[in-house]
Each structure stands twice: as C-alpha cells, then as structure tokens.
C-alpha cells in the first residue's frame, strides 16, 4: 500500500471504531506520527490534508517542520516523546501541544518559557498508567492534584491526559482508567491509543490517537 492507501485506511478505521462506540463522527482526531520520516515523507499526507502531526524530539522536528510550515501555515504540531527541561524553550517556540508534561520541574519550564515567549500553548499531562518503572508520566494517583497544580499555579492551559498503557496487556483497563482519571481532573481530552490499539481506545473515549507505522510504514 501507498502511503496515502494507508491513510485513506487508518482514516477509515477510525470513522468505523467511532460509529461501533456510539459516538458522533469526527469525534477522534488523528494526530500522524511522522517522527523518524523526514519532509519528503510527510509532504504526501500533508497533501491528502492531513494537518496534525506528532513529533518525539525537538532537534529532528526542527530540522524539518519549518520548511514544512513555511509550505502550509496551518499545520498544527504536537511533541508526543519526552523532553528535557533545556529543550523547553525550543519546544515552546516550535509546537502547538506539548503532550509529556509529566513533572513539576518541566512544567515549571514551560510555564516560564511559555511566558517569555508570549506563546499559549495547550498541554496534556502524561500518566503512567501502568506503574511501570521504565516509562515517564504521573502516577494515576498523583493526576487529579498535578493537573490542578499546572492549572492554577503555573496557569498552563491543560486540556488533557495522555498515556501509553503496558505492551502486551489488554489496554482497554488502562484507557477505562485514564478516562476516570481525566473525569476526576476536570479535563476534556484523552490522547490515547497507537497503531496497535487505537479502535480499543476510541472505544474507550479517546478523543485523539496517535497513529505512526501503520500511516507511514516500518520505521
């Protein structure tokens, strides 16, 4: 298949999971995740109209997403992967959402780059939905009052939660919880489910999935 087969297909896997799970269409957005790719990659589904994109590391996003939105101003970017608090500054100049906002000392950073720059961006604050040790994120206990402190003390404008639930389990389990977690916070939006499980999370309310070999091929 061709890389637009491919998202005419993801696309159409989506609008399927949304209308099995009851819910409206354009419900979920598709975030594409074109890390690794470079611009040559990503100008085909730019063209198929494909607007939201998600990136895991400053350096390789600025080394493409300029030339890329100089072409089409109204791309919106997403940092999906982890950052370092000596790239904040970096990343506020260059994304729209920043979705790995998974402790105080970066949301501290941001906050303060995010003034300096005068830019408002939109946030989710990453959980670690399963407790594991090698992943980054907040603790689902910890969630309700780390979102309130990013709200009202850092005055970020966090919209969502976002996880990665465990391989190789079920994640329905995971995605039911990060739902309840985001009810409990007073936040809107889920960011959650992958290639492999993106139907399970829409299932579960996912309100965007993060989608990147199944649209783009094997990295």
């Not at 590391?57 to 000596?86: C, F, M, Y």
């Not at 309310?205 to 990147?212: D, E, I, L, P």
């Amino acid at each position: 298949m061709t890389v637009e087969e491919r998202l005419a297909d993801i696309r159409q896997r989506i609008s399927k999971a949304e209308q099995d799970a009851g819910r409206a269409a354009g419900a979920v957005t598709l975030v594409a995740v074109s890390k690794t790719f470079d611009a040559d990659a990503i100008r085909p589904v730019i063209a198929m109209g494909q607007r939201i994109f998600g990136e895991n590391r400053v350096q390789e996003a600025q080394g493409k997403w300029p030339d890329l939105r100089a072409e089409t101003p109204d791309l919106e970017l997403h940092l999906i992967g982890p950052l370092q608090s000596n790239k904040a500054s970096d990343a506020v100049a260059l994304f729209d959402v920043i979705e790995t906002v998974d402790r105080e000392k970066i949301a501290r950073a941001l906050a303060a780059e995010a003034e300096r720059q005068a830019r408002r961006l939109r946030f989710y604050v990453q959980v670690n939905i399963g407790l594991e040790p090698q992943k980054a994120g907040i603790s689902p206990s910890d969630t309700r009052d780390f979102v309130a402190f990013c709200r009202q003390d850092l005055k970020l404008d966090v919209e969502g939660l976002m996880c990665i639930p465990p391989a190789d389990e079920n994640p329905g389990p995971y995605f039911a919880l990060l739902a309840k977690l985001a009810a409990a916070s007073g936040v809107e939006r889920l960011s959650m489910g992958m290639s492999g499980d993106f139907d399970t999370a829409i299932a579960f309310g996912a309100t965007s999935v993060r989608v990147g070999s199944a649209i783009f091929g094997a990295r």
